[in-house]
């Protein structure tokens, strides 16, 4: 079993908490007014006993018995109650998780260290559910209960009489009812012992675990860990904590957990996630998102980025030279209802050919011309109307791509600002445009992909496109060498021009022996150059793979 990984937050959250669940009656336990009162910001541990919350907190032991101790550690100072249970059953960890939280105390798995830790709390009652033998300071009671005294004492703490019976089987459903019920505080959960292996639906869960109304702390857990989560919930009762979950592998990924994330008023607390970093943490509980939403430029939902190419101060150049940012978004909208034909969101996209390559020398002599920033004021003001992203193109001449890319630094702080880099455009020492089709090696853009990805995390930006334009193989070379960030998505772009036969043509060369390349691909569409004129959208998208990004000069 992995380690608790669980994220403290302080919040107001409005996400009421549902739960459908059978009920029964418990003996003749009178139903006290605790349990229908109280609300999801009570706390329910000894306030005396409890350390005042951290503004950041970091707990990653590798087993859930050590997270127990550590988180008990950071809450508790002593405890009146303690409760244990092994980890084998998730049945009875469930119940001893309410146990646990109806009396205000930590949970506790058997451990080497348990011991200390309870001469440390000096708890008048420690409660133990199921069979087992630990060593207890001489002054504590020890209870030794069956699961079902564990629910009966459970309901006794809580004044309640209604019961929410679990499946034989474990699965998602268990853990949020169990939750919702440690939540609620006006039930408790009975069950026997568990039978067979338990099923545990990640995404289920994940979809399940809403935080209750006004929750005063949330607590991100690892959804593969359903154990860690009842442990969370169990604890983080104690200081009025609700629990969700996430899959820290894809935590980008999941705009839910975001959403929790950053609706919290206060600082966030860290108590450790697995497999999540310091940049992906930073995005999810207040980063800037992506236009279409989210952090991630093509995110497990269907997204596709239609763009129109060009330079705002020439029609020579593309289509975006044609009209100001307000009419392209305009004349692109057909374009972006038909590319949304097969369910994608199409995010409208810029691509702003931002240095141009000349056919003089320039007084740097490296035969491109790079436009001040404010020559894309305009694109870049309606972009920020209409959620559009925006890709700065490069065309570096003598110069390297990375030095021209760091020139535009300002303006690749954007969240919504990615690059592109087309080396037909890039020259040797001894080479002029025109004369030849330009070639870049795959360790020049490496350089790009480090900075730019360093950029972006240092910065706790959301990931960025970088776009490559290729139309003959040895256009970037030994492209197997291509690093690959997480910072980043890389698009290489099929940008020939001619008949969809020839267009086709260079699509299957440009993918051969690279069918399975960790980037995705995109498509150029020359509204004059290909005959007898573009593809159509539907066309355009029934490529295998279907391109992510299309753009049209």
């Not at 550590?70 to 049945?91: S, Y």
């Not at 830790?117 to 559910?129: D, K, M, N, Q, T």
């Not at 060593?135 to 459970?154: D, G, W, Y």
């Not at 604890?235 to 969700?244: D, I, L, P, Q």
Request: net charge negative.
């Amino acid at each position: 079993m992995g380690a608790l990984r669980v994220f403290f937050l302080t919040t107001m959250l409005l996400a009421a908490l549902v739960l459908t669940a059978c009920s029964d009656f418990l003996g003749d336990t009178p139903a006290g007014t605790n349990g229908s009162t109280d609300d999801a910001t009570t706390t329910t541990g000894n306030a005396d006993c409890l350390r005042q919350s951290e503004a950041t907190t970091e707990i990653d032991t590798g087993t859930n018995s050590r997270d127990a101790l550590a988180i008990a550690g950071k809450l508790f100072v002593c405890a009146e109650h303690v409760v244990v249970v092994a980890e084998d059953d998730l049945n009875q960890v469930a119940v001893a998780a309410q146990l646990a939280a109806s009396l205000g105390g930590p949970l506790f798995f058997p451990d080497d260290r348990l011991p200390a830790e309870l001469g440390r709390l000096h708890p008048e009652h420690i409660h133990v559910v199921g069979e087992l033998q630990i060593t207890t300071p001489p002054e504590s009671e020890l209870l030794t209960l069956t699961m079902a005294e564990a629910v009966q004492a459970a309901a006794d703490a809580l004044g309640v009489i209604q019961t929410v019976t679990l499946p034989a089987t474990p699965s998602a459903t268990s853990i949020i009812e169990a939750v919702a019920a440690i939540n609620a505080r006006d039930r408790v959960i009975t069950a026997e012992t568990a039978t067979g292996s338990p099923s545990i639906d990640m995404r289920a869960l994940i979809d399940g675990l809403n935080p209750p109304a006004e929750a005063a702390e949330v607590w991100i857990t690892d959804a593969s860990d359903p154990t860690g989560v009842l442990l969370s919930a169990a604890s983080g009762r104690a200081v009025g904590a609700a629990t969700v979950a996430m899959d820290p592998a894809n935590a980008l990924e999941d705009q839910t957990i975001g959403q929790i994330l950053r609706s919290t008023t206060a600082a966030s607390r860290l108590i450790g996630l697995s497999e999540i970093d310091d940049w992906e943490l930073a995005l999810l509980t207040g980063g800037p998102e992506l236009p279409g939403g989210g952090f991630l430029i093509l995110p497990d939902a269907q997204r596709r980025y239609v763009a129109f190419y060009g330079h705002p101060e020439t029609t020579a150049l593309g289509v975006l030279g044609e009209q100001d940012g307000e009419a392209t978004i305009e004349r692109m909208r057909p374009f972006l209802e038909e590319y949304a034909a097969d369910g994608a969101l199409v995010i409208p996209t810029f691509e702003i050919i931002a240095s141009v390559a000349s056919a003089g020398a320039g007084d740097d002599g490296n035969y491109s011309f790079e436009w001040p920033a404010e020559t894309f004021n305009d694109l870049f003001e309606a972009a920020e109307r209409h959620d559009a992203y925006i890709l700065l193109d490069l065309q570096p001449g003598r110069a390297d791509f990375l030095t021209q890319a760091k020139f535009y630094e300002d303006l690749l702080l954007r969240p919504n600002v990615g690059l592109a880099l087309d080396p037909e455009w890039r020259l040797k020492p001894d080479q002029v445009h025109l004369e030849q089709v330009g070639t870049v090696t795959a360790a020049e853009v490496n350089t790009v992909i480090e900075w730019l990805a360093d950029l972006i995390r240092d910065n706790e930006l959301p990931q960025k496109m970088l776009l490559l334009h290729m139309f003959r193989t040895s256009m970037i070379t030994d492209r197997e060498l291509l690093v690959d960030r997480p910072e980043l998505q890389i698009v290489i772009q099929m940008d020939g021009d001619g008949t969809e036969p020839q267009k086709d043509a260079t699509w299957s060369r440009l993918r051969e022996g690279f069918e399975d390349a960790f980037w995705a691909w995109g498509w150029k569409n020359f509204f004059d150059e290909d005959e007898p004129g573009p593809p159509t959208p539907l066309s355009t998208i029934s490529k295998q793979p279907t391109p992510v990004y299309v753009s049209y000069q």
